[in-house]
């Protein structure tokens, strides 16, 4: 019974994939020009329109069409290209290059062309769903006897679903088991008793299931030939489907973790020296800040504000080798209040940029007890060795040796970084000359002018640019050295959620009545880091998901051996009166199962994997990555984001199987041999 | 779902072949079964087998007929194409005048659900379903409730003589048992027509003796209307009616 063409199919697939096309097309130009959500956002928002409008289009064509209807569907889909094109000649939409400022037409083709091809795809997609309700004039949505049948297809019996979920935790177990002994044996204090029995029971069945395998084996080999149970070969290949699914699902999770865990350590280091947010001035004038301080500091859920100056500057140690830098004036009273500078500091004082006369003269001042901790690796201990073991046991080669000890206590004080100070030699006590090149006019232009000041702390932020560039001064010290008297340049704020800053911004701009304040929040000043970051981070989840759809291939090879195994019984449960939409649940439902196991494993294998990862510490070459241990960042919605692309990708990879067992025809199986 | 398959649908296709069905006369109930000038061929690569050639015949409603004929005369395709589940060449299979090879896809499922009940050589059973289960199937495809479709089985086991061993699997049965489960499968949702391929074929004499028995029983009982295809002449002697397919055709031996 060949199905006719229908053209009612055709019409239906093309209007509903037309609306869809104009939908998304409508919907971007709408929200992006009405609206404040982000260019992302609206992108997402009306393809998913498109998107759910290209399935819906295939679902309606398969259940009116009574079939696939992939013929009507490909005949849609070439139609939209002529509809599309029309339609893109209406609305004139943007060009994607950013030179021409609207699409020429070979740029409109393109379009309706992807625009098409995706419909096409989706609409298939779409119909079977369509096939699976059984398509046509009476849905059948119940599955209780498919179940059943899948699921002695799979053998998951009480005994091999208790198996699969031992192995699935055992294996997950022990990971976490490792991680959480190694933090148990250093001593850490954040164990509960949840997390060492964990630890323990995770570990004990992965014992176990090694010896009940070993167990397994000498049984295996005490039997007589011909006395072993033999497997069917579609058992193994759906426990190597499974396999493939959980490699897959564990390296997807991992490398986003660790992604995210870079992501989430930038941020925090940038946070941690930058503030949230800044308050500027339209003009250079700022002095009235001493009296716009509280109202900024009164506005709700900000939690802290600071006086900042920042200039570019030339940094020289005692043998004139010269080092750009940003010099920054800062009060340190308040800055712990915005920024984590006090507790990166890793020798010395940073309130004495304000006191330097008590900046010990004679002695060579020793690395804080914490600085070990902050400064991992052993990275440290050559620098460590380069600068302050040296100027401990050669005191005569510091610059300060050689300035009398008078003079030097009236010498202000500046804060460097861990990188400057190792760059140039320098340790706490030493003398560095700062040089502004914006000094007196003098006959041939500005004179540059310079000023000896003495390092009154070493700070570690872990940011290579910043450890390398940033020097501190007190703020009295800054608008004497600029010549600025007291103006400054603006105030840096901290808000009780990072991820408000911009709102927030925007709000202490209002209580200061606007104009002319202005403010910057920390995404604007690091927009290229972080769109570099979250680009990489979607091309890293596109090819790791081809792991996922190569693992969905086996699913599919899995599969078609059962279908081929299974004809004789899909013969006679045909004859009993199955439906063909019935047929087809068996094997998608297989390979749904299939699939959702492997996930279920690889999400706990990935869980596991970054709880050890986190706990155990891999060492990275700090002079490389900057960051002395992986990071990794659990993230629960990107875990359940993967878990759901692999379930689709599975329910992909069952379609052809699962249709090609409902087309068979009863009497197929049904031959005697 | 569940209404009686009633046909009044006319039959306007061509009654070609030299062996036209009996003009069914308009005072007679209409015959439950009807094979109107049935055509099956088959190809070989290049070669065509021209298996049935016009093969015309019908059974009234708990008629109960046999049909002989040697290997590979096409009696397992016959019996296919009757039961719907091949589609014939030519010509058209009628259940109560209503034209079996224009329904559609779920309609057919329905109707084979509903109206015939199948057992084969092989028994086909389920090998990971009990044997209740196995004769639940039906029922359960019907999308009955498990409770209730497993109560029919029951009750259906126990009118084929298995009601001690409902919960053992097929490989735990004996031939006998095992084709009996079969059967009761065939009848759990009461069909109007069995089609039986040689259900004793695979069965030693005593035990296909006895199944054979059974199958009369049954037909006198129930009423239901059974083709009974065999190669032991001695049974098929028994039966009140006794086909035979000779050169595509179906010949009434009696």
């Known amino acids: 019974m060949k199905s006719r063409f229908s053209f009612g199919a055709v019409i239906a697939a093309l209007a509903v994939s037309a609306l869809s096309f104009g939908a998304q097309l409508g919907l971007r130009h709408v929200l992006g020009e009405k609206t404040l959500l982000s260019p992302d956002a609206v992108v ?57 400022f609207y699409a020429d037409k070979t740029e409109m083709i393109l379009w309706a062309l992807l625009a098409s091809a995706s419909a096409f795809l989706l609409g298939l997609w779409g119909a079977s769903a369509g096939l699976l309700i059984g398509a046509g004039k009476s849905p059948d949505f119940a599955f209780a006897y498919e179940v059943g049948v899948a699921r002695t297809h799979l053998r998951l019996n009480l005994r091999a679903g208790l198996m699969l979920a031992w192995i699935g935790l055992a294996l997950p177990g022990a990971l976490f088991g490792a991680g959480i002994l190694t933090d148990w044996r250093a001593g850490a204090r954040d164990l509960t008793l949840w997390h060492k029995a964990g630890a323990v029971l995770g570990i004990a069945a992965f014992v176990l299931l090694i010896a009940y395998w070993i167990r397994a084996r000498i049984l295996q080999a005490r039997l007589l030939p011909g006395q072993a149970k033999r497997r069917p070969a579609t058992l193994v290949l759906t426990f190597i489907s499974i396999a493939g699914v959980v490699v897959g699902v564990w390296a997807l999770t991992i490398v986003l973790s660790v992604m995210s865990g870079f992501e989430g350590d930038l941020k925090q280091k940038i946070i941690g020296t930058n503030a949230h947010g800044m308050l500027l001035k339209f003009t250079d004038d700022f002095s009235e800040w001493k009296s716009v301080l509280p109202t900024v500091r009164a506005v709700p859920d900000v939690v802290g504000a600071t006086p900042f100056i920042l200039n570019e500057v030339i940094i020289a140690n005692s043998k004139g080798n010269p080092s750009g830098a940003e010099l920054k004036g800062i009060d340190s009273a ?27 003269v004679a002695t060579a001042v020793a690395p804080n007890a914490s600085a070990s901790q902050q400064l991992q690796g052993e990275d440290y201990q050559e620098y460590l060795d380069s600068t302050f073991a040296r100027r401990r046991d050669h005191p005569e080669e510091g610059s300060a040796a050689k300035v009398d000890p008078a003079t030097l206590t009236k010498m202000p004080g500046i804060c460097v970084g861990k990188e400057m100070s190792h760059g140039l030699r320098i340790w706490v006590g030493d003398v560095i000359n700062v040089i502004t090149p914006m000094g ?32 501190y001064i007190s703020i009295p010290e800054a608008q004497s050295f600029f010549r600025m008297k007291d103006n400054i340049v603006g105030l840096e ?55 996922v759809l190569v693992a969905c291939f086996t699913i599919l090879a899995t599969l078609i051996m059962l279908v081929l195994e299974k004809t004789k019984e899909i013969s006679i449960l045909k004859s009993m009166g199955a439906r ?11 390979g749904v199962t299939i699939g959702a196991i492997g996930t279920l494993i690889g999400c706990l294998m990935g869980l596991a994997s970054c709880s050890f990862v986190a706990r155990f510490g891999l060492r990275l070459d700090p002079d490389v990555y900057y960051i002395s241990y992986l990071p990794v960042t659990v993230d629960l919605g990107q875990f359940a984001l993967v878990a759901v692309i692999s379930i689709c990708l599975a329910y992909l990879a069952t379609l052809y199987p699962a249709i090609t067992a409902s087309r068979l025809s009863p009497v197929d199986g049904l031959r005697e041999e | 779902m569940g209404e009686p398959i009633v046909g009044t649908q006319p039959i306007s296709s061509a009654l070609e072949g030299q062996a036209a069905g009996p003009v069914v006369d308009a005072l007679l109930p209409s015959p439950l079964v009807e094979a109107r000038a049935v055509h099956k061929s088959y190809w070989l690569g290049p070669k065509e087998i021209h298996v049935l050639r016009g093969a015309a015949f019908s059974l009234r409603a708990g008629e109960m007929a046999s049909l002989v004929g040697p290997s590979g005369v096409g009696k397992s395709t016959f019996l296919h194409v009757m039961g719907t589940l091949d589609p014939p060449t030519g010509g058209a299979v009628l259940f109560e005048g209503r034209d079996a090879t224009a329904m559609d896809e779920s309609e057919l499922a329905q109707f084979r659900n509903r109206t015939i009940g199948f057992v084969f050589q092989s028994h086909y059973l389920l090998p990971e379903f009990t044997a209740l289960e196995n004769a639940a199937m039906p029922a359960l495809i019907l999308r009955k409730p498990r409770e209730e479709a497993l109560a029919m089985a029951r009750e259906v086991l126990q009118l084929v003589g298995l009601g001690h061993r409902i919960e053992h699997k097929p490989g735990e049965l004996s031939g006998g048992e095992q084709q009996r489960v079969a059967l009761a499968r065939a009848l759990v949702l009461r069909p109007r027509l069995l089609l039986a391929d040689e259900p004793t074929g695979n069965l030693d004499e005593e035990t296909g003796e006895g199944i054979h028995q059974l199958l009369v029983e049954l037909n006198q009982k129930l009423g239901i209307a059974a083709i009974v295809v065999t190669h032991n002449a001695r049974l098929a002697e028994r039966m009140p009616r006794r086909l035979r397919l000779h050169e595509g055709l179906v010949i009434d031996a009696a």
């Open chain 1, 44 to 100: 997402a928002i009306s393809f998913g329109a498109e998107a759910a409008g290209f399935l819906l289009a295939g679902f309606v064509a398969s259940f009116f069409g009574g079939g696939l209807r992939s013929r009507e569907q490909l005949l849609a889909a070439l139609l939209l290209v002529g509809v599309g094109f029309g339609l893109l000649y209406v609305v004139k939409p943007p060009s994607f290059s950013y030179d021409r």
């Open chain 1, 334 to 360: 308040s800055v712990g209040s915005v920024s984590d500078l006090p507790k990166q500091v890793i020798a010395g004082d940073l309130a004495w940029i304000d006191t330097p006369q008590n900046i010990p």
């Open chain 1, 440 to 471: 007196e006019m003098g006959p041939t232009g500005p004179l540059p002018r310079s000023r000896a000041f003495r390092v009154a702390c070493i700070l570690y932020s872990g940011m290579y640019e910043y450890d390398s560039k940033f020097a």
């Open chain 1, 493 to 547: 704020m901290k808000f009780r959620d990072v991820d408000q800053a911009r709102g927030m911004g925007r709000k202490v701009v209002a209580a200061l009545k606007g104009f002319p304040y202005r403010s910057k929040d920390w995404a604007d000043l690091n927009r290229n880091l972080f769109s570099a970051l979250k680009l990489e981070k979607l091309a890293m989840a596109i090819i790791l998901t081809f792991i």
């Open chain 1, 580 to 590: 063909d939409a019935s047929i087809m649940k068996i094997f998608v439902l297989e």
